[in-house]
């Protein structure tokens, strides 16, 4: 293990060294939707949409000293490392390590990084994860915020376009991105509602991914954006005449939990949320509870750096705060990464589907009142932490229940 990673290390070592040498120029070409009209809605077909982008190819001279990735990466028993690995937090990382496919896919997104393919003043590129990139069709488009600051935003699209607009009026997901983040972070949560027939609009705040940096005046303020999301989803997107206005929910993670709480509080357009790693009491201010909140976390979650095992504990003044439907959601080992598909972050491997099994069942019983979603919120995930006891509210009703299958305690 140790001389793999010594290899792993010289290999990026070698390319970025490589990279800065490299011939650059910008390698993004995110197909924008001009069109503000429905004029392909008339016709019952979506307007012009894509997959989530991928890196392109690296420069030749680079190519081979990539795939030697592959062969290194290969060598090691991927499935029984992850499974050992898991209860520490870093199952994603040991997953994603040893797949020669996306190390080389990580490798060429960095590169197209520092070539202008993405925001370089920024930690995460912006092509996301090979495994969700492809499970999405969106539609790049372009918006300005109230202070005139141009917005780069993703229609992604119910069950992936083959549904025609005409099936119709779809309810609505806003997703709102983390701190130094983009829409391609967060390609897997956008996956799970379009997937089940929700039409998601994601967006890059000011001074993130895709979009400008605030224009004069701009003060960057997360809640006034998502509320110009909103309006301008509603008044002017080319998908505006097959939207619910009646069943409209917002998820977001780290600074876009922050954000989300801040707006249920004072936007009547949203019915539901989903707050993923809103940190603690300090950062998620907010003076209102009208609408059902749902809050995530993970054992070993924090701001900076994890809270190990006692995190729960600063997450929950938070969700004390909430009346009305109300859910703490806690995952075993889960840090401040299990909402985000960038590779090598370390989370355990059943972070996802733990997220996307209780954001989605929340959503579905609040925006459609399905019956089956509420048996999911109601029932126990194995993998839910086992030291803290999540809980969900709903019609007066609570459960508090642990991960390894234990029955609900009571409150």
Not at 91 to 106: C, E, K, R, W
Not at 251 to 267: P, R
Not at 284 to 305: C, L, R
Request: one cysteine or more; proline letters at 8%.
């Amino acid at each position: 293990m140790q001389s793999f990673r010594l290899a792993i290390a010289t290999l990026l070592s070698t390319i970025l060294i490589l990279a800065l040498t490299a011939c650059g120029g910008s390698t993004n070409d995110s197909g924008i939707n001009e069109s503000s009209e429905s004029a392909a809605l008339v016709k019952n077909e979506w307007p012009a949409h894509r997959p989530g982008q991928d890196p392109p190819e690296a420069p030749l001279m680079l190519e081979s000293v990539i795939s030697n990735i592959d062969a290194l990466a290969a060598a090691l028993p991927s499935e029984a490392l992850v499974g050992i690995v898991d209860p520490i937090a870093i199952g994603m990382t040991v997953n994603d390590i040893t797949d020669p496919a996306l190390l080389s896919f990580h490798l060429r997104a960095l590169l197209a990084q520092l070539q202008g393919g993405s925001r370089v003043d920024s930690i995460y590129h912006g092509f996301g994860h090979p495994a969700y990139n492809d499970k999405v069709e969106l539609v790049p488009v372009e918006f300005t915020n109230r202070y005139g600051t141009r917005l780069y935003g993703e229609i992604v699209l119910p069950q992936r376009g083959t549904v025609p607009p005409s099936a119709g009026p779809f309810p609505v997901i806003i997703a709102l991105e983390g701190l130094m983040t983009n829409t391609a972070v967060y390609r897997w949560w956008h996956q799970v509602f379009a997937d089940a027939g929700y039409l998601v609009f994601a967006f890059d705040f000011s001074g993130q991914g895709l979009s400008d940096n605030e224009a004069e005046g701009d003060p960057g303020n997360n809640i006034e954006e998502a509320q110009d999301a909103l309006t301008w989803l509603f008044e002017s997107s080319p998908v505006k005449s097959v939207l619910d206005k009646s069943r409209v929910g917002v998820v977001g993670h780290s600074m876009g939990a922050i954000a989300a709480l801040g707006l249920q509080a004072v936007e009547p357009r949203i019915h539901a949320v989903v707050a993923g790693a809103p940190i603690s009491e300090q950062s998620a201010p907010f003076d209102a509870n009208p609408i059902p909140v749902m809050i995530q976390t993970g054992d070993h979650d924090g701001p900076v750096a994890p809270i190990p095992f006692f995190n729960p504990e600063v997450v929950r003044p938070v969700y004390e705060k909430l009346s009305g439907d109300r859910a703490f959601i806690i995952t075993e080992a889960a840090t401040h990464a299990q909402h985000t598909n960038y590779p090598l972050f370390p989370t355990p491997s059943w972070g996802f589907e733990i997220a996307g099994r209780y954001s989605l069942a929340w959503m579905d019983w609040h925006l459609r009142g399905d019956k089956e979603a509420l048996k999911v919120l109601r029932s126990a995930h194995p993998h839910l932490s086992y030291l803290w006891g999540s809980e969900v509210r709903v019609d007066n009703e609570t459960v508090v229940y642990r991960g390894q299958g234990l029955n609900p305690l009571s409150p």
